[in-house]
């Protein structure tokens, strides 16, 4: 489980360049929870906005978010799981490089693992912070997230806001 940090301040759109911290929620919205990141993307984009922070729906687009990632010191990635663990587990990852990325990310994997070994050979690999909530069932053509699943979103939440406005920050 998660540790919540203070509440944070608000988030706010940022041109690309401009913000040093990336918030990308990965997922296809139609297949339950493979979904989930998403679901998460869009709660934060309930809430009001602060600087330094810019939040994107990253679909499930793979190698296709490279452009959307430069200027970015900083990405908190948020995505499905398959892991083997209960649903609704939540992880946090720091990848360093590429292979360090898990194995069992979702339906996309292959495209992530794709965005971030681009990244690292253009070399310009940012800082990655990976948030993965673990599923067991993906159902397609669903908007619904599982009761395990939709239950993890508040710890995912406040995590992430803690995070970016740290990471904000800190920005130079």
């Not at 499905?80 to 360093?96: E, F, K, S, W, Y």
């Amino acid at each position: 489980m998660l540790l919540l940090g203070a509440p944070a301040a608000p988030f706010a759109p940022e041109t690309v360049c401009a913000a040093p911290v990336l918030v990308i929620g990965v997922g296809n919205y139609l297949m339950g929870d493979e979904g989930v990141g998403v679901h998460l993307l869009h709660a934060l984009e309930q809430r009001a906005p602060f600087p330094g922070v810019r939040l994107m729906d990253g679909g499930t687009g793979g190698v296709n978010l490279l452009p959307e990632m430069d200027g970015a010191r900083d990405i908190i990635m948020i995505d499905a799981t398959r892991d083997g663990l209960p649903a609704g587990t939540v992880t946090l990852l720091q990848p360093r490089c590429p292979a360090e990325l898990p194995r069992g990310l979702s339906a996309h994997d292959f495209g992530l693992k794709d965005l971030f070994a681009a990244a690292a050979l253009l070399g310009d690999f940012p800082t990655v912070h990976l948030f993965t909530i673990s599923v067991e069932t993906v159902n397609p053509m669903s908007l619904e997230l599982s009761p395990a699943v939709a239950a993890a979103l508040p710890v995912v939440l406040e995590s992430v806001v803690a995070l970016a406005a740290d990471l904000a920050a800190a920005a130079p």
